[in-house]
C-alpha cells in the first residue's frame, strides 16, 4: 500500500458524525460497556490532543486523548484509536499516536494509559503495566494495559486506581 500523506488536524464538532460511524465500523456497538469506554463517560476529550486523519477532505482515521486519574496523577487515556479499512496500512493509525504523543510531550503531560495490542503499541514506546501498578475500574485483559511516558522515569512512582478525571 502506498504512504498517504494525510492532513492531521484536532477534532472539531462537524467531525463527530464521521468519526462515531468509524467507530461504529471498527468496534460495534459493544465498545460502550468496555471498561476503557466508561472512563471516558462525563469526560470531555482533550481538544488538542484528539486529532483527526484526513485524506483528500475524507476522514480516514481518528485518535481521541481523554484525561484521566491514576493513583493522584494526571493522565491521558489514548482511544479509540481508528483508521478506514479503506486507508489501513498506510501508516496513518501510526502518525495518529506520534502526532498525538508529540503534543502531549509539549504540552508538558507526562503519562499516557491505553487498552490495546501490545505488538501495535510497543512502535510508540507503550510498553505492558501489572495490576499491582494500575488497576482499571472494570474488566480488562490484563496483558492489554499499556503504558507510555512522555518523560524519562515518568511512571516510576505512580500507582493505584484508574479513574475518571474530575470524579
Ligand atoms: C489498528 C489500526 C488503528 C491500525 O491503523 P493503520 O493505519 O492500518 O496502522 P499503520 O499503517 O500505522 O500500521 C500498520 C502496521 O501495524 C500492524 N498492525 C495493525 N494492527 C495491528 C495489531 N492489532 N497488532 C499488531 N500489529 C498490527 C500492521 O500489520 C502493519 O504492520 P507493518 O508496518 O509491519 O506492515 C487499524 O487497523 C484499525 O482501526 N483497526 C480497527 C480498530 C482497532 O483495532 N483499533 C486499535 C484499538 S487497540
Given at each position: 500500500m502506498p504512504h498517504s500523506n494525510p492532513e492531521i488536524r484536532p477534532?472539531?464538532?462537524?467531525?463527530?458524525p464521521a468519526i462515531e460511524a468509524l467507530h461504529d465500523h471498527a468496534f460495534g456497538p459493544g465498545r460502550?460497556?468496555?471498561?476503557?469506554?466508561?472512563?471516558?463517560?462525563?469526560?470531555?476529550?482533550?481538544?488538542?490532543?484528539?486529532l483527526v486523519a484526513l485524506v483528500g477532505g475524507r476522514l480516514a482515521g481518528s485518535v481521541t486523548m481523554t484525561p484521566i486519574t491514576i493513583g493522584t496523577d494526571a493522565a491521558f487515556l489514548l482511544g479509540?484509536?481508528?483508521?478506514?479499512?479503506?486507508f489501513e496500512n498506510r501508516g496513518i493509525g501510526g502518525r495518529l499516536v506520534r502526532a498525538t504523543l508529540e503534543r502531549a510531550r509539549a504540552a508538558g503531560h507526562r503519562l499516557v494509559l491505553l487498552v490495546g495490542d501490545p505488538p501495535?503499541?510497543?512502535?510508540?514506546?507503550?510498553?505492558?503495566?501489572?495490576?499491582?501498578?494500575?488497576?482499571l475500574p472494570g474488566p480488562v485483559d490484563p496483558r492489554r494495559v499499556l503504558?507510555?511516558?512522555?518523560?524519562?522515569?515518568?511512571?516510576?512512582a505512580v500507582s493505584g486506581d484508574v479513574s475518571r478525571a474530575g470524579f
Open positions: 477534532q472539531t464538532a462537524a467531525d463527530m460502550f460497556v468496555r471498561t476503557a469506554s466508561r472512563l471516558r463517560e462525563g469526560v470531555a476529550a482533550d481538544p488538542d490532543l484528539s479509540p484509536l481508528a483508521v478506514d479499512p479503506d501495535y503499541y510497543g512502535r510508540f514506546g507503550f510498553h505492558h503495566v501489572g495490576p499491582d501498578k494500575v488497576r503504558v507510555a511516558g512522555l518523560v524519562e522515569g515518568a511512571f516510576e
